[in-house]
């Protein structure tokens, strides 16, 4: 078992001993009359390993962090630039292999990438400031922790979360350090930003046994409010002038909370103005994904196998869809839409608005290979008016785990029009 393997194991928890949970067999959910997605292309790096974080598209491009296992415990990370009509590979950057394995999703602000690097376990990892044409760097900084959040770009300051080291706002031109925000917790995820602040939750470690939302001067770094959580709060909130929104959750990122422990989830909508709790609704197994939010409800998938569709108003849950294996990937919601993953590789497209399963794909199909993905789709325009749905994963076997990502095509009887 490759050793960032064992990293994903101990991600939401602080390093530790990690035994791997490998969820049974698929449960016949996966229905032959459904239409499936069409495979446009894929795309395998020479190197074994996985892709963990979600692709980013920009323009004519696609642009992808990922793991690298050579073996015998040596691990590294990587950034590719793909074409997204074909997959061809435009550039490579792993800092001569001196980057860190990464689940960190790259972003973008006038031709320029930042991603960070490092997992659970890494100390002094760095954010990266590339040329979004070339994957030339302009700079990097280290901070004291892991980088594994998304970094979130708001004007000329560019936010990211280091594990125990806090929430930093460094400036996008140099990467000057403008304010450093430390004590709320274990940061893993991006915060949000909401008129002028930035709201986030933390997790805990060996270092944190509590966790918390808080809400920051985007300027200063200083706290306007911080409140307790009962559970960790992994995922970045979501939230308009209608309500902020929180998920949580215990357990692992690839397991459920272990005995004596309860698995435990909760949706929290909360007051921007001090935090406070408006409505909790719980569920019998963490969320550690981002919600996704429209007019109407709060979608959130849950490690207990469904998709759920919660009222924004009061809570209540609206319709439920089940999957077949634990869900911790992002959902994507597009035009009333909602595109969700399983762990063990089941894309479907649902109706938001009622929870109907309009088509599915089945990456496990593709090879003989068992997938494992933990990443959520991309969601972009296609060609002649399709959406394509770009989504990274891991192909298991018994010589190791390969990179794969996929770029699908919704069929053609659903399309948007």
């Known amino acids: ?21 490998f969820w049974p067999s698929r449960s016949g959910t996966r229905t032959a009359t459904l239409p499936k997605a069409s495979l446009i292309w894929t795309f395998e790096p020479i190197q074994r390993g996985g892709i963990i974080a979600r692709p980013k598209v920009h323009q004519q491009y696609l642009y992808c962090s990922l793991v690298r296992d050579a ?24 800092d001569g292999r001196r980057m860190l394995h ?8 006038a031709d320029r990438l930042y991603v960070g690097e490092g997992m659970h376990g890494d100390l002094g990892c760095k954010l990266y400031c590339l040329d979004a044409r070339t994957g030339t760097k302009h700079w990097s900084r280290a901070f004291g922790g892991h980088l594994e959040s998304t970094p979130l770009l708001h004007q000329d300051l ?28 274990h ?26 939302i808080f809400c920051l001067d985007i300027l200063t770094g200083q706290p306007y409010w911080r409140v307790p959580t009962p559970l960790p709060a992994w995922a970045t909130p979501v939230g308009d002038e209608q309500g902020l929104f929180v998920a949580l959750g215990n357990g692992r990122l690839i397991s459920s909370e272990p005995p004596p422990g309860i698995p435990a989830g909760a949706l929290l909508r909360l007051d921007p103005r001090d935090g406070a709790t408006l409505w ?35 809570g209540a849950i609206r319709w439920r869809h089940a999957l077949d294996s634990p869900l911790v990937a992002e959902p994507e919601l597009l035009q009333g839409r909602l595109y969700v993953v399983s762990t063990d590789g089941l894309l479907v497209c649902l109706e938001a608005a009622s929870g109907t399963r309009l088509w599915e794909y089945d990456l496990a199909e593709f090879s003989t290979a068992t997938p494992r993905v ?22 298991r076997s018994p010589a190791g785990g390969a990179a794969l990502l996929f770029c699908l095509e919704e069929p053609l009887g659903v399309r948007q029009r």
């Not at 078992?1 to 949970?21: C, N």
């Not at 460094?170 to 350090?177: D, F, P, R, Y």
Request: with cysteine; charged share 20%; glycine share 14%.
């Open 374 to 395: 933990l990443a959520g789709p991309v969601v972009a325009r296609g060609q002649n008016g399709s959406h394509w749905v770009y989504l990274g994963t891991e192909l």
């Open 71 to 94: 073996g015998l415990g040596v691990t590294s990370g990587a950034v590719y630039c793909l074409d997204r009509w074909t997959g061809q590979p435009c550039w490579e950057f792993d």
């Open 1 to 21: 078992m490759s050793r960032w393997l064992t990293r994903i194991g101990v991600l939401f928890l602080g390093a530790g001993l990690v035994v791997l949970v």
């Open 187 to 212: 940061l893993d995820a991006a915060p949000l930003v909401r008129d002028g602040r930035l709201i986030g939750g933390s997790g805990v470690s060996q270092q944190f046994r509590t966790s918390e």
């Open 158 to 185: 560019v936010f990211i979360t280091a594990g125990d080291d806090g929430l930093h706002a460094v400036e996008t031109k140099l990467g000057v350090s403008r304010w450093g925000h430390r004590g709320s917790g």
């Open 102 to 109: 990464t689940i960190s999703s790259p972003t973008i602000q």
């Open 280 to 314: 909790r609704t719980d569920f019998v197994d963490s969320i550690l994904a981002r919600p996704a939010l429209d007019a109407e409800c709060v979608y959130v998938v849950c490690r207990d196998g469904w998709c759920y569709a919660v009222e924004r108003l009061k």
